[in-house]
């Protein structure tokens, strides 16, 4: 069982900046962040393996930055250019798999969620 802590997310208006971190328990293979807006289904954002490979979802290309720190378990997201769009709960999540894991199914485990929100 491995436990997901994540923090910062908040309130900031369109244009602006914020940083998302997740801390793991324990060792992870893969990492990443998903979302979910009101309404719709957990959508996937970016990714990084253990050796610091990286996916990102095409929405947020350019914008969004993940990283990882192996010795504190840890994972970052920076988010920079935010849009309204980007109003979600940003879950971290982690996975056993290698690879290229785009797809929420694809995690086992799963953090509580931070709340980013974008204003116009």
């Known amino acids: 069982q491995v436990q997901l802590v994540e923090s910062g997310g908040g309130l900031v208006q369109a244009g602006g900046s914020l940083g998302l971190s997740c801390a793991a328990s324990?060792?992870?293979?893969?990492m990443g962040w998903f979302r979910q807006a009101p309404g719709k289904e957990r959508e996937f954002v970016s990714a990084?393996?253990?050796?610091?490979?990286?996916y990102d979802a095409d929405s947020v290309k350019g914008r969004f930055t993940i990283s990882r720190d192996n010795a504190k378990n840890t994972i970052y997201l920076q988010m920079n250019n935010l849009k309204p769009k980007d109003t979600a709960l940003y879950y971290c999540?982690?996975?056993?798999?290698?690879?290229?894991?785009?797809?929420?199914?694809?995690?086992?485990?799963w953090g509580q969620g931070t709340q980013v929100t974008v204003s116009s």
């Open positions: 990084i393996t253990w050796s610091g490979r990286t």
């Open positions: 324990g060792r992870t293979q893969s």
């Open positions: 999540t982690t996975t056993s798999r290698a690879g290229r894991n785009i797809q929420a199914k694809e995690y086992a485990y």
